[in-house]
């Protein structure tokens, strides 16, 4: 799912999985990524440019062709915060 110029998403107990690129690409966006599965994508599980902000936990990001690239926050990845 590509979300770009000024987009705002809320992603809540997804499953995305086999894209033949990204699962997650987000350009100049906000989101909220929450308790998803982002499996076996053939480009990034989750990819987040320099300008995008992204808040979330309980994700699980695996077997992509790269699971997540350098401006993701390892708190998404994280248990749910007390």
Do not use: W
């Not at 809320?10 to 987000?26: C, R």
């Not at 790269?66 to 998404?76: F, I, K, M, R, Y």
Request: net charge negative.
């Amino acid at each position: 799912a590509l979300f770009s110029d000024g987009s705002v998403t809320s992603i809540f107990m997804s499953e995305i999985t086999g894209n033949l690129l990204d699962g997650l690409h987000l350009e100049m966006s906000v989101a909220s990524v929450r308790q998803s599965s982002f499996l076996a994508n053939v480009g990034y599980g989750i990819f987040i440019d320099a300008e995008s902000l992204v808040a979330g936990y309980e994700n699980t990001v695996s077997g992509n062709g790269t699971d997540v690239s350098p401006n993701v926050p390892a708190e998404l990845m994280e248990k749910r915060p007390e």
